[in-house]
């Protein structure tokens, strides 16, 4: 018996004096899929044209080499990712990330540009997400895109999100899983603004008309995500949080929490609860916000273990969606997404070793003391036996032994780039 069998069965009686079955939290996990996004592959730069920078209020730092050029290259560094970390996940697509011959614009790209895309991901069996791209563009420059006061200006974009949505719909019907299609605008203005009433408004019409026809459900679903400022938009937000909680609601659509999006000390874990009170479904951006930053790669803190717990506490984990964005530049990029989704899959795991009925039953006997005691000790079961025997039994390194594959590929291939 191997020393990670060996200390996972002791592990398992450690777990079964609390009423843990850990055979059952780890069949459980397997289960969860979780979206990668491709853009951390090549730092949000996209195939749509090899020239253009990242714009729109966000920014990737770093030069770190051997980022991906070409679709193939991003595949493969996908596949390399996928093969260091348990279960089976899905592919999050930006729109500029097709297969494109020649420059496409925006609001003509066609399923077709995706169609290697979908062939891909049959081969692996797994399922794509899809977003519209609406920065790094010319009619993105003025800070304003889908609520511009120019209507030429908001039709452009309008154009580019149905049509994004039809790729959406396609990923679904191909692949026999819904796409869940994200739309986020970068909207805003830098300083104060008088008139932030009709940009609002300019925005409910934009996306009422983007959703006007009806897609099934089994193809494809829409998410919309809010943000608080971005790098020149510091004053004004179009799409708020309220904004988008009010659209969401009450046009029966995903709201997206962003990780990053929200004042300091406000965190998504607590919105969870409240959220899915009128909110059927949710899509997570889990990210990690740091100063002006909201993307940094996630790490296993206090926030993402709180993000786990409360879809596993409340059994919320049928009704979310997770999706990971952060994009760091200056690490290697395969790393950087297999740090943050084996991350994801331990927060998950943590949150279903909890004696959660128990501690809700002290909870509601006013057992506070017994509630903080237990919850302090569980931080030292042994948690890191079960994850090593997760990750043995699905087939991927246990432990740092990952990186060693990480940096095989490094020389290999992505230093040769
Ligand atoms: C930006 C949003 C958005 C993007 C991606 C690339 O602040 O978080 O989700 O990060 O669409
Ligand atoms: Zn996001």
Known sequence: MSYVKESYEIAKKRYAEIGIDTDKAIAKLKEIPISMHCWQGDDVGGFENPEAGLSGGIQATGN???????????????????????????????????????????????????EKWVQWAKKLGIGLDFNPTCFSHPLSDDGLTISHPKKEVRDFW????????????????????PSV?????????????????????????????????????EYVRDAVESKLFGIGAESFTVGSNEFYMGYAATRNKLLCLDAGHFHPTEV?????????CFVDE???????????????????NDELRN?????????????????????????????????????????????????????KKLETEFDFTSRLALLEELKTMPFGAVWDYFCEINDVPVGDKWLEEVKNYEQEVLLKR
């Open 181 to 217: 299609v994200n739309y986020w605008f970068p909207d805003g203005m830098k300083d104060i603004t008088v008139d932030k009433y009709a940009p609002r408004k300019r925005l409910m019409e934009a996306l009422d008309e983007v959703f006007s026809e009806d897609l099934p459900k």
């Open 158 to 177: 309008i154009r580019h999100c149905k049509a994004a949505r039809a790729i959406g719909a396609y990923f679904g019907k191909e692949l026999g899983t």
């Open 268 to 276: 998504i874990s607590d919105k969870l609860s409240a959220v899915f």
């Open 64 to 114: 770190y080499p051997g980022k991906a050029r070409t679709a193939d290259e991003l595949r493969a560094d996908i596949e390399k990712a996928f093969s260091l970390i348990p279960g089976k996940h899905r592919v999050n697509l930006h729109a500029i990330y097709g297969d494109f011959e020649t420059v496409v614009e925006r609001d003509k790209i066609e399923p077709e540009h995706f």
């Open 282 to 300: 949710v899509l997570l951006h889990v990210s990690r916000p740091v100063r002006w930053d909201s993307d940094h790669v996630i790490v296993l």
């Open 307 to 359: 993000i786990a717990e409360e879809l596993v506490r409340n059994d919320f984990l049928g009704r979310t969606f997770i999706g990971l964005d952060f994009f760091d530049a200056s690490i290697n990029r395969i790393a950087a997404w297999v740090i943050g989704m084996r991350n994801m899959q331990k927060a998950l795991l943590l949150a279903m070793l909890e004696p959660t009925e128990e501690l």
